[in-house]
């Protein structure tokens, strides 16, 4: 390319500037030569430089049109040359259409994960230096997460067997058929072989239902669910029928979740009570101590609080169902607390954006904070001991006897 006279001197520009130190320095500099290199390649196109007579010219110089063209260091006014003959643009810097480089999609794509909705990235890219980003370009940027979402919902579990799974669902608001609905945010975690956790399972329902639990359940076991041994979860019916019928083993009841629905037929004057007695169950030492404690528990309710000493006697299989395995794992496996940590994340960049879109809008964002926390808890500290593990993948199978063979010397003698 013959690049065009200098109508400034380069040197003398860049020294008048940097002792200015003006903030917009990079983007004026910046604006400068993209107008240099436009002028010298309209020049190319016409077969002469401007305002110069030459039998090789081929086309004239005919003003300029301007256009806003973003970059990391702002928008650009950008001066295109016009044509007597025909249009000049140069594909090469421009698309036929407003456009931000790869980085600002970086950028605003990551903001779009840490929380910021589309209505107020506009003010965040201005002050980037960017004006007039449109509501459908910010969403356009984020749909470039899809790919990424998809591959890690979709990917292999091959890591099990996952002894241990818990399992949630949130509710979330979209708007569908032009009015605002709630839908149902199923997520499963679970611990693998090695005993890191795990983001298992994303789906989105229309209802918390069962059928909605089947269908995730049995997308769980398609992609490689396998070697499951207890199931941690609140009380929702066909969540517990649905894993009971699919991934089997069996199922702890959360203690947190319990506690709340024994207060519902506690008297509010004995709650205080009735919470220090059913804790005084979880700080056993052993599973024999726990069974103990509960019977003495249920003895102190039978007669002054029939209703409570009714409800916690049916639900004794569920909320001591942890007591079959090694102690020094019941705090991670008695209770959802901690995918309510987890769910706390994720409300915490949901509720930013309100109501979403759509349910797209829902899987990427969630997908997105699944997938980045899934990566931390890789480079974390295991979440149960190796040998635990191992005990914990016992309960529940055959005892078989060692076969002594006799001594048939013995016998003949």
């Known amino acids: 390319m013959t690049v065009a006279p200098h109508d400034i001197d380069p040197a003398r520009f860049l020294e008048d500037h940097l002792a200015q130190a003006s903030p917009d320095l990079l983007r004026e500099m910046l604006g400068t030569f993209i107008n240099q290199l436009l002028s010298a390649d309209a020049d190319q196109v016409c077969g002469a430089s401007y305002g110069t007579i030459s039998d090789d010219r081929i086309n004239r110089r005919n003003g300029y049109r301007t256009r806003a063209f973003d970059t990391r260091a702002g928008t650009l006014d950008v001066k295109i040359p016009k044509l007597r003959q025909g249009t000049y643009f ?18 605003v794509a990551t903001s779009y994960l840490l929380g910021v909705s589309t209505r107020r990235m506009d003010d965040l890219v201005k002050t980037l230096g960017i004006t007039g980003l449109s509501k459908s370009q910010v969403s356009d940027m984020a749909k470039d997460l899809d790919d990424q979402v998809t591959a890690f919902r979709t990917r292999p579990l091959d890591v099990g067997p996952y002894s241990f799974v818990a399992a949630d669902a949130l509710t979330m608001k979209v708007r569908e058929g032009g009015r605002v609905v709630k839908v149902a945010v199923l997520v499963a975690t679970g611990v693998n072989a090695d005993g890191y956790r795990e983001i298992l399972g994303l789906q989105v329902n229309s209802t918390e239902d069962g059928a909605g639990w089947l269908t995730f359940w049995r997308d769980l076991v398609a992609r490689g669910l396998t070697g499951v041994k ?16 699919t991934v089997g083993g069996s199922w702890q009841r959360c203690r947190t979740h319990y506690a709340a629905n024994l207060m519902a037929v506690t008297p509010k004057s004995s709650w205080p009570w009735v919470k220090t007695l059913l804790g005084t169950v979880f700080d056993q030492p052993d599973a024999e101590s726990v ?9 102190a309710l039978e007669h002054k609080l ?28 008695w209770s959802n607390n901690p995918n309510e940590r987890l769910n706390r994340e994720i409300r ?27 990566d931390e808890w890789a480079e974390q500290r295991r979440y149960l001991g190796l040998d635990a593990l191992t005990a914990a993948r016992r309960v529940g199978e055959p005892v078989t006897e060692e076969v002594i063979e006799p001594d048939l010397r013995a016998l003949t003698a």
């Not at 140069?90 to 950028?107: D, G, I, K, N, S």
């Not at 004794?316 to 020094?328: D, N, V, Y």
């Open 306 to 333: 029939p209703r409570s000493f009714a409800h916690l006697e049916a639900a004794r299989e569920e909320i001591l169902a942890f007591t079959a395995f090694p102690k020094s794992i019941w705090r991670q496996i």
């Open 230 to 245: 207890l199931v941690t979860s609140d009380a929702h019916a066909g969540l517990v029928a649905a894993a009971g019928a």
């Open 90 to 107: 140069p594909e090469w810097l421009l698309e036929r259409r407003r456009r931000a480089e790869a980085a600002l999609t970086t950028v």
């Open 291 to 299: 069974h103990a404690q509960f019977d003495r528990v249920l003895d």
């Open 348 to 374: 915490r960049r949901t509720d930013v954006v309100g109501i979403f879109p759509n349910r797209d809008a829902i899987i990427r964002l969630v997908g997105a904070v699944l997938a980045e926390q899934h």
